[in-house]
């Protein structure tokens, strides 16, 4: 016994002792090429409807202590919606995410990007599909990572995801920074949400115009450490919150730390030697992200009842929160909803363990976002997206 405690402090010296955080940051400081978005009003008063008494419930329920003058509300910034996927999900996303995308989402705002393998004849037959039939979005093939040892499938043993393909889908998500190179900020989607709320910059940043990311305490994924060789102490995929919005750079910047940290030039063989056992991307990223870019992003622990963000979407969402969101933004009169969760349904906590959160004040605000946001779109767009809506049971 005593070996094997032996044994497992030389494993954890040899960790310390590699490349670590403190290590990257004397090595490239903290990233200094974030740009304030560009403003329709340099603040809270110059947005039509938001009267000073919503202010004043802004500052209460969110951003006590801070100054509100700081946030912007962006009429013009593209923020591409990405969702990588392969042709079995084909029904899923055409009957969940896309359709439920056609109610909630500005595509000229937030365009959304389907990746497909490239060397799947079926892929590129479901992704001719959903041209043809879903105009709003665009698709790109993927070509397979130059090693594809890499996806050996064994991290999640005796699960759905034990598979090569899930593997290529983590693998893929570390590098979607290289198809928007227009755009500075990304949301990833899963394949299986729903939208059930209509998404806004309002949801993505905090009033500093930080991306705001939700956490709750916790570690789930054991190699997330190993990867990153820091102390992982939050999850960040439990909050079950969607989209999840990373700015581009922090994807280029991840896959140099953690190329480093296993002293190699390829981000990809270092993945390699992590993706064997349990691992969420997302948690690297965002670890990395909180450690290093701490000035780009804000975590909002769910252990605070006032650290809320709004969520518009989330995994397996049920029809009845596409129907209450419909009746919450389009003021449509859903008879199958239950009018208790009518304007909570936004603040969705967690599939798993659903919460209710009733926080009228967050929602009034978010509310007045939505309603600036559409004032840009032409009637006719108006039209069609409630047109979309009115298509949902009822």
């Known amino acids: 016994m005593s070996l094997f405690f032996v044994a497992i402090s030389l494993v954890f010296f040899i960790r310390t002792g590699l490349y670590n955080i403190n290590d990257h940051i004397k090595q490239y400081g903290q990233p200094q090429n974030w740009v304030r978005p560009t403003a329709v009003g340099d603040n809270f008063q110059n947005i039509k409807g938001l009267t000073s008494k919503k202010i004043s419930l802004l500052y209460k329920t969110l951003y006590a202590g801070n100054n509100l003058t700081n946030h912007t509300i962006t009429a013009s910034r593209k923020v591409p919606l990405v969702v990588r996927s392969y042709h ?173 940290v296993f002293e190699t030039t390829s981000f990809d063989r270092a993945l390699k030697k992590f993706s064997v056992k349990r691992y969420s991307q997302f948690n690297i990223i965002y670890t990395y992200a909180k450690a290093v870019e701490s000035n780009l992003y804000e975590v909002v622990v769910f252990d605070n009842p006032l650290s809320f963000k709004i969520s518009v979407a989330a995994n397996q969402a049920k029809d009845f929160e596409v129907q209450a969101g419909c009746s919450l933004i389009h003021s449509m009169n859903c008879k199958s909803v239950n009018h208790k969760f009518m304007n909570t349904v936004v603040l969705r906590y967690d599939y798993k363990t659903t919460r209710w959160l009733d926080n009228g004040d967050l929602l009034d605000i978010y509310l007045e976002s939505v309603r600036t946001d559409m004032s840009y779109l032409p009637y006719s767009k108006r039209v069609q997206i409630k047109n979309a809506c009115a298509k949902r049971k009822h």
């Open 88 to 260: 079995r999900d084909k029904k899923k996303l055409e009957n969940g995410l896309l359709t439920s995308y056609k109610i909630f989402i500005n595509p000229k705002k937030y365009p959304l990007t389907v990746i497909l393998d490239n060397a799947s004849q079926k892929d590129h037959e479901m992704g001719d599909d959903l041209v043809k039939n879903f105009e709003e979005i665009s698709v790109i093939y993927e070509n397979p990572p130059n090693d594809t040892s890499i996806l050996h499938g064994t991290a999640f043993p005796k699960t759905k995801y034990a598979r090569p393909g899930y593997d290529r889908q983590q693998w893929s998500t570390f590098y979607f920074d290289r198809y928007f190179p227009d755009s500075d900020i990304i949301g990833v989607i899963d394949s299986d949400i729903q939208f059930f709320g209509y998404l806004t910059d309002f949801c993505i940043f905090n009033q500093k115009g930080q991306i705001k990311v939700p956490a709750v305490p916790g570690h789930f994924y054991g190699n997330d450490q190993y990867a990153t060789n820091m102390k992982t102490e939050l999850e960040y995929m439990y909050p079950n919150r969607m989209p999840m919005f990373f700015w581009k750079n922090t994807f280029i910047n991840v896959r140099r730390y953690i190329s480093n």
